[in-house]
């Protein structure tokens, strides 16, 4: 609790005084962000940092290993997709990120295996990565380039599950909304963003 309260108060007696009429706009007007970024949790990877983003700039959801789930009607807490659902149609976002990041946990349990063996939420959630998985050849579990190669290709499989979602694929379709993906390598502070015409991720300089 400490070093929150302390955090806090580094907030208002800095950022604060500059963002105070931002704030104050956010609050009359409400948010207008253009942009959605699908994050993990991982507290190396913020995504307000990562790109600089001020008060409004971004709506971010979060969760382990940037995952977009399958389309799933019916029963269950569906927050993730919910949490889509607001930002095509209610905030209608120009563009939804796909950020993944380099080491991430969720991926490298999914090569290895569930790091509870008996857990209620996190080895459903991370079995979600399975049909990434299921698209490259000879990964191994010790393997840093195979960990590589499955964080990209877990990032593909989350932009194409978003356009099984219809409010994404008509909002798409319509040129109101583009589909992007990256990568933040936490090691060296370097963005790898996709390339849609050739399938690569290449670094942003």
Same mark, same amino acid.
Request: aromatic share 8%; charged share 30%; net charge negative.
């Given at each position: ?130 049909? @990434?998985?299921?698209? =490259? ?7 840093? &380039?195979?960990?590589? #190669? *499955? $964080? ?20 798409? @379709?319509?040129?109101? =909304? ?7 390598? &936490?090691?060296?502070? #370097? *963005? $790898? ?13």
């Amino acid at each position: 609790m400490r070093q929150l309260i302390d955090g806090y108060r580094r907030f208002r007696a800095g950022h604060w005084p500059e963002y105070r009429d931002i704030y104050r706009e956010l609050s009359r007007h409400g948010q207008k962000p253009p942009t959605l970024v699908i994050a993990c949790s991982d507290s190396r990877v913020d995504p307000a940092v990562i790109f600089d983003a001020q008060p409004g700039e971004i709506f971010v959801v979060r969760n382990v290993a940037n995952l977009v789930p399958p389309r799933e009607q019916g029963e269950g807490q569906h927050g993730t997709s919910a949490a889509l659902e607001f930002a095509v149609r209610v905030l209608k976002v120009d563009m939804i990120l796909v950020l993944g990041h380099g080491d991430c946990g969720g991926i490298k349990a999914s090569l290895i295996g569930d790091p509870l063996g008996d857990s209620e939420y996190l080895g459903k959630w991370i079995g979600l990565i399975e049909p @990434a998985k299921a698209r =490259l050849e000879h990964l191994d579990p010790e393997d840093p &380039v195979s960990r590589d #190669r *499955l $964080e990209f290709e877990s990032i593909r499989l989350s932009l194409d599950r978003l356009m099984t979602f219809p409010f994404v694929a008509q909002a798409v @379709a319509a040129g109101h =909304l583009t589909l992007e993906g990256a990568r933040f390598r &936490v090691f060296d502070g #370097r *963005l $790898e963003w996709l390339d849609k015409t050739s399938g690569e991720f290449s670094r942003v300089e």
